[in-house]
């Protein structure tokens, strides 16, 4: 038989506010976690943030100072295009709110390829505003790779991928045609794709190489960039010549640059012969990378 003294009591009833607290602090830490885990990082320099800016009628850059993320209107919702690393990819949706745009209005999310930088954060996008994903089914593997391996403020998990696309698959989203091309290289399942953009009621077509660096390996790989730059360059040159360069990364397409430029009166994103100059630079790559694993 136990005899509960006073002193027992009160010990009890320390233990229950021990317990009561600790399961409070345990509680509070959890949503805390939570909250730490959606975190919504400063918008700083340091950290690469960029204001968002409109460069066409139906065209704006939405991404940071190192990857480009673009976002499309249409006659039927929001077109968001690559959607940059994890958590950084989190200031999307408030510069779409800031241009005066619904991020629930995103119904497409296109990702040009597999690396954390351009496909880090469409699962956060597409979990709170419901948008659809589609990418390449090759690059779909590797951005699960990339996301099992992501850490720390950098972790992601890849996305629900509604439409795998497929070389010279086409879409339209309301009054906008995107065409889209396989364009193996800088990974196996490189998206590049085009479309026409507006400026001032006048119709431009634009051009997003899916992916710029020969930071790969292999030779094959190597072969398959340069028939990709290649293609891209044929492509280019039908008519009407692609004049808008919507470079994956902007120091690629010196998008900050032009955008300093910009008047009512001219809008240097325009530029056919630009466009032309980067391919030569891609092309460079492709030459000295294709000698470099020759050579191995
Ligand atoms: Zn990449």
């Not at 950098?154 to 698959?169: C, Q």
């Not at 660096?213 to 030779?219: A, V």
């Not at 960039?225 to 040159?237: C, D, E, G, P, T």
């Not at 300093?260 to 790559?285: C, G, M, W």
């Amino acid at each position: 038989m136990v005899l509960y003294t006073p002193e027992m009591t009160h010990h009890r009833r320390d233990c229950m506010m021990t317990y009561k607290i600790g399961l409070l602090f345990l509680l509070s830490m959890n949503a805390f976690s939570a909250v730490l885990k959606e975190y919504i990082p400063n918008k700083s320099v340091k950290n690469g943030y960029v204001e968002p800016f409109q460069m066409f009628d139906d065209l704006y850059y939405v991404g940071d100072k190192w990857v480009s993320s673009y976002l499309v209107t249409t006659s039927d919702g929001l077109v968001l295009i690559d959607s940059l690393d994890s958590p950084y990819g989190r200031w999307i949706p408030q510069n779409i709110q800031k241009l005066g745009f619904n991020p629930k209005d995103i119904r497409y999310i296109f990702i040009t390829h597999g690396h954390s930088d351009h496909v880090g954060s469409a699962e956060y996008i597409q979990r709170h505003f419901g948008a659809k994903v589609m990418m390449s089914s090759i690059d779909f593997r590797l951005a699960k790779f990339t996301a099992k391996n992501s850490t720390g403020d950098n972790l992601f998990l890849p996305p629900k991928v509604e439409t795998f696309v497929s070389d010279n698959d086409e879409l339209s989203v309301g009054s906008k045609h995107f065409k889209f091309y396989l364009t193996p290289g800088h990974t196996r399942g490189t998206l590049s794709l085009e479309f026409f953009v507006t400026d001032k009621g006048k119709s431009y077509r634009a051009f997003i190489v899916g992916g710029n660096g020969t930071n790969f390996t292999g030779f094959d790989l190597a072969e398959k960039y340069a028939h990709s730059v290649q293609r891209i360059r044929n492509l280019s040159l039908s008519k009407p010549h692609v004049e808008v360069n919507l470079a994956s990364h902007p120091h690629m397409a010196q998008i900050f640059e032009r955008n300093a430029r910009y008047s009512q009166q001219t809008n240097p994103f325009i530029d056919q012969e630009s466009f032309q100059e980067f391919l030569d630079v891609l092309e460079k790559r492709s030459v000295k990378k294709l000698a470099k694993e020759k050579k191995k």
